[in-house]
């Protein structure tokens, strides 16, 4: 039963890893995304995109090849109790693994002609990439899900279609956007939590 109001704020210690949950942090190119994962401990990256993350000190930076590593990972992720988070980087590079994938099954060079059309492409990509998502969520670990945006006359777009970006944001719990700023003369690399990076998909 209960009692009594609240009578202490809730304080996010946001330079820890939040357990158990999935977040999904954007932003431009170089804005620190990368390393700011990369710096949180008992974190496995899954560098789909050559980044920073093997430059950070400590960081524990896996790189696969092909989508079958990234299956393999999963697996060995599955038996593996010592990480506590797993994080994706960058979920839209595996996007375009994937359209390379289904391109090269149906011998098309563009998604659109995959199947004779009519969205069977994109839909099988939305298919796999949803998939492999749901695998990473089902090992219990905080799941950290990295993107990039473009910003088009102030509205910060993901490179995802707009089935991935309603998935995707329907599954965090937390969403921050990451951005440089030069404040005090020093260039700094922040993280918004407040929603001021709230993006639509890239048309």
């Given at each position: 039963?209960?009692?009594?109001?609240?009578?202490?704020?809730?304080?996010?210690?946001?330079?820890?890893?939040?357990?158990?949950?999935?977040?999904?942090?954007?932003?431009?190119?170089?804005?620190?995304?990368?390393?700011?994962?990369?710096?949180?401990?008992?974190?496995?990256?899954?560098?789909?995109?050559?980044?920073?993350?093997?430059?950070?000190?400590?960081?524990?930076v896996?790189?696969?090849?092909?989508?079958?590593?990234?299956?393999?990972?999963?697996?060995?992720?599955?038996?593996?109790?010592?990480?506590?988070?797993?994080?994706?980087?960058?979920?839209?590079?595996?996007?375009?693994?994937?359209?390379?994938?289904?391109?090269a099954?149906?011998?098309v060079?563009?998604i659109s002609?995959?199947?004779?059309?009519?969205?069977?492409?994109?839909?099988?990509?939305?298919?796999?990439?949803?998939?492999?998502?749901?695998?990473?969520?089902?090992?219990?670990?905080?799941?950290?899900l990295?993107?990039?945006?473009?910003?088009?006359?102030g509205?910060?777009?993901?490179?995802?279609?707009?089935?991935?970006?309603?998935?995707?944001?329907?599954?965090?719990?937390?969403?921050?956007?990451?951005?440089?700023?030069?404040?005090?003369?020093?260039?700094?690399?922040?993280?918004?939590?407040?929603?001021?990076?709230?993006?639509?998909?890239?048309?």
């Amino acid at each position: 039963m209960i009692t009594s109001l609240p009578d202490k704020p809730v304080m996010p210690e946001y330079d820890k890893v939040p357990e158990g949950e999935v977040i999904l942090i954007h932003g431009l190119p170089k804005t620190g995304k990368t390393t700011f994962v990369a710096s949180w401990p008992e974190n496995c990256i899954i560098e789909v995109e050559k980044s920073g993350a093997k430059w950070v000190k400590g960081a524990y930076v896996i790189e696969p090849e092909s989508l079958a590593d990234i299956d393999q990972i999963i697996k060995l992720l599955k038996v593996n109790k010592r990480f506590k988070a797993v994080t994706l980087d960058t979920v839209d590079t595996l996007s375009l693994w994937i359209e390379k994938h289904i391109c090269a099954k149906y011998g098309v060079s563009a998604i659109s002609l995959a199947g004779g059309g009519y969205g069977i492409g994109r839909n099988e990509l939305n298919t796999m990439l949803i998939g492999i998502i749901d695998d990473l969520v089902s090992l219990n670990k905080t799941l950290i899900l990295i993107s990039h945006c473009r910003d088009s006359q102030g509205t910060k777009s993901l490179l995802l279609t707009d089935t991935l970006l309603t998935y995707i944001q329907g599954k965090a719990s937390i969403i921050g956007y990451a951005y440089k700023e030069v404040i005090g003369g020093k260039l700094e690399f922040l993280i918004d939590y407040s929603g001021r990076g709230a993006t639509t998909a890239a048309g």
